[in-house]
């Protein structure tokens, strides 16, 4: 059964940096498509980032050039670095994974739909 464990989140202050990190046993995790999602009270979960299994990267456009997706093969660790974090990026932070081969896999990468295992979601909250 595969499993997500997140780290825990934090509060920092407005162009604070934090990095959340996903570790994911029960699965093969060389061969799964990654990424991170959000959600704040009321809306729609929605996708931040996601890396596929050659190391493609996917980004919000609001957050591009201040958040980096990474994977770690080796620990079978996913992380997110945040940098210049603003207010609206506070949310509850999700990760996900799954190893189905998706065809055009880039254009669903950051849909909720595209993923079927979970992480038990990060509280990031930014103060101004």
């Known amino acids: 059964r595969v499993q997500l464990m997140q780290s825990e989140g934090d509060s920092v202050q407005a162009g604070g940096a934090l990095r959340l990190s996903c570790v994911v046993s029960?699965?093969?995790?060389?061969?799964?498509?990654l990424g991170w999602f959000r959600q704040t009270p009321g809306k729609e979960r929605e996708g931040v980032a996601a890396?596929?299994?050659?190391?493609?990267?996917n980004y919000k456009d609001s957050v591009k050039g201040r958040f980096t997706i990474t994977r770690d093969n080796t620990n079978n660790t996913l992380y997110l670095q945040m940098n210049g974090l603003k207010p609206e990026d506070t949310a509850m932070y999700y990760c996900?994974?799954?190893?189905?081969?998706?065809?055009?896999?880039?254009?669903?990468?950051?849909?909720?739909?595209?993923?079927?295992?979970w992480g038990q979601g990060t509280q990031v909250t930014v103060s101004s």
């Open positions: 996900a994974a799954d190893e189905r081969e998706i065809y055009n896999d880039y254009a669903w990468s950051l849909q909720k739909s595209r993923y079927i295992f």
């Open positions: 029960g699965g093969t995790f060389s061969r799964a498509a």
């Open positions: 890396i596929g299994v050659d190391g493609t990267t």
